[in-house]
């Protein structure tokens, strides 16, 4: 089945301590990104990948990182968190195409306190 | 300025009508896609139907349509006949070709199907 795994879907932290959020499609897509979805403010982009190894930033990447060793992968980490990254987290990928979609990730749900 | 504007944070309707769910967007770009896209309250984004701009007629799928004013700028979500299932969150979104295929939401539209 063609998808968008995210990993965990549900995470609480301490602030401070580092964590990981895993993605991973088996589609093949070339282009992958981070999204965080707050109350009242829609989805906002973290960052974003046109392929392996290249990666750029979207509207909201302070306190976030991102890799793109392989083109199946593209873990989110958090050096360290804080409270104000809060917030359900998606991962999604499509093709490099204007024609294309998102396939999206089920969420993960992440409270620092 | 914003690429995707939904000016309707909230929308009711009666179960069995139609609703409109408004998109407007902009780009200067001649190649571009129109994506709606549905969240429930569990979470998880569903996408509903696709729009291209060069697409001579409107795009259906099952109870969606999508009603494209092109010179209007315009993507509205069209759904026929409501269900409870339908009370969800609905984003718009717009991929175009000028800004290396970026995608751009709409900040949502929260639908409520009343029995």
């Known amino acids: 089945e063609a998808q968008v795994t995210q990993n965990p879907r549900y995470l609480i932290t301490v602030t401070g301590k580092k964590l990981t959020v895993t993605c991973s499609q088996n589609?093949?897509?070339?282009?992958m990104s981070w999204y965080r979805q707050d109350p009242g403010l829609g989805l906002r982009q973290i960052y974003y990948s046109m392929n392996v190894e290249v990666t750029d930033k979207g509207d909201v990447p302070e306190g976030y990182k991102v890799s793109r060793k392989e083109k199946r992968n593209f873990p989110l980490i958090l050096e360290s968190p804080s409270p104000n990254q809060t917030s359900l987290y998606f991962c999604?990928?499509?093709?490099?195409?204007?024609?294309?979609?998102?396939?999206f990730g089920s969420g993960t749900r992440l409270t620092v306190v | 300025a914003q690429k995707i504007t939904q000016t309707q944070p909230g929308m009711f309707v009666q179960e069995k009508e139609a609703v409109t769910l408004d998109c407007t967007y902009d780009?200067?770009?001649?190649?571009?896609?129109l994506f709606w896209y549905k969240q429930p309250s569990s979470g998880e984004m569903i996408f509903l139907i696709y729009q291209g701009s060069y697409d001579q007629q409107n795009a259906t799928e099952g109870r969606y349509s999508l009603n494209f004013q092109k010179a209007r700028k315009s993507a509205n979500l069209v759904i026929s006949a409501s269900q409870l299932g339908d009370s969800a969150m609905y984003f718009c979104a717009m991929r175009d070709h000028n800004t290396g295929n970026q995608f751009y939401f709409g900040t949502g539209t929260s639908l409520t199907v009343i029995p």
């Open positions: 780009t200067s770009d001649p190649s571009y896609g």
């Open positions: 999604a990928s499509s093709r490099d195409r204007e024609d294309y979609g998102y396939t």
């Open positions: 589609m093949n897509h070339e282009y």
